[in-house]
Antibody, heavy 131, light 109 residues
Framework: EVQLVESGGGLVQPGGSLRLSCAAS????????MSWVRQAPGKGLEWVSG????????YYADSVKGRFTISRDNSKNTLYLQMNSLRAEDTAVYYC????????????????????????WGKGTTVTVSS | EIVLTQSPGTLSLSPGERATLSCRAS???????LAWYQQKPGQAPRLLIY???SRATGIPDRFSGSGSGTDFTLTISRLEPEDFAVYYC??????????FGQGTKLEIK
């Protein structure tokens, strides 16, 4: 069974840091892009960050660029989100999500193309930024 | 950055009726890389449709997606009680950020 389990959320003061983790199981982790998506209380979904299967390419929403860092350890099947300089507006449930299709090799430029729609989601971990 | 606008914000229908939800992009979504998700209160989102029209595994055939370019539609042919939820579209083509629409709440009339 494909499963994603987030951890690391909690209460942090403005300006503080947190590191979220997402333990993956049931699929070949390194073959898929992974993303973090958040949802503030009573609000819609916001894509936060994504990372390619190899970890060589990372992407961020403008709202977190320069403050958050996504990474992965394919030997441990684990995705991370390091969150620094946290603000009240970062308060949300943070979901880890798996890319919907494995990376596809492009023979033209010898690179992999990864898909960032999400077919499996964790249950989420709550981050509250407040003094 | 592509901005997705969903309409209507709230849709009030009865079980058995047909639901049509719209997602409009501020610029063309490359390769029709548009997905739809369903979210119920207190739950994580669930993938319904990817590639604008392909149903995800286990999704009933009353859910269908269509569209290309900047205009996309999610149709639920005959509403079941469990379909009342919030629906989001997401684009994942071209360059990030891979943004979501603001959501459409489908409520029981």
């Amino acid at each position: 069974e494909v499963q994603l389990v987030e951890s690391g959320g909690g209460l942090v003061q403005p300006g503080g840091s947190l590191r979220l983790s997402c333990a993956a199981s049931g699929f070949t982790f390194s073959s898929y892009a992974m993303s973090w998506v958040r949802q503030a209380p009573g609000k819609g979904l916001e894509w936060v960050s994504g990372i390619s299967g190899s970890g060589g390419s990372t992407y961020y929403a403008d709202s977190v660029k320069g403050r958050f860092t996504i990474s992965r350890d394919n030997s441990k099947n684990t995705l991370y989100l390091q969150m620094n300089s946290l603000r009240a507006e970062d308060t949300a449930v943070y979901y880890c999500a798996k890319g919907g299709s494995p990376g596809q090799y492009n023979w033209n430029d010898a690179t992999y193309y990864y898909y960032y729609y999400m077919d499996v989601w964790g249950k989420g971990t709550t981050v509250t930024v407040s003094s | 950055e592509i901005v997705l606008t969903q309409s209507p914000g709230t849709l009030s229908l009865s079980p058995g009726e047909r639901a049509t939800l719209s997602c409009r992009a501020s610029q063309s979504v490359s390769s029709s890389y548009l997905a739809w998700y369903q979210q119920k209160p207190g739950q994580a989102p669930r993938l319904l449709i990817y590639g604008a029209s392909s149903r995800a595994t286990g999704i009933p055939d009353r859910f269908s997606g269509s569209g290309s370019g900047t205009d996309f539609t999610l149709t639920i042919s005959r509403l079941e009680p469990e379909d009342f939820a919030v629906y989001y579209c997401q684009q994942y083509g071209s360059s990030p950020p891979y943004s979501f629409g603001q959501g459409t709440k489908l409520e029981i009339k």
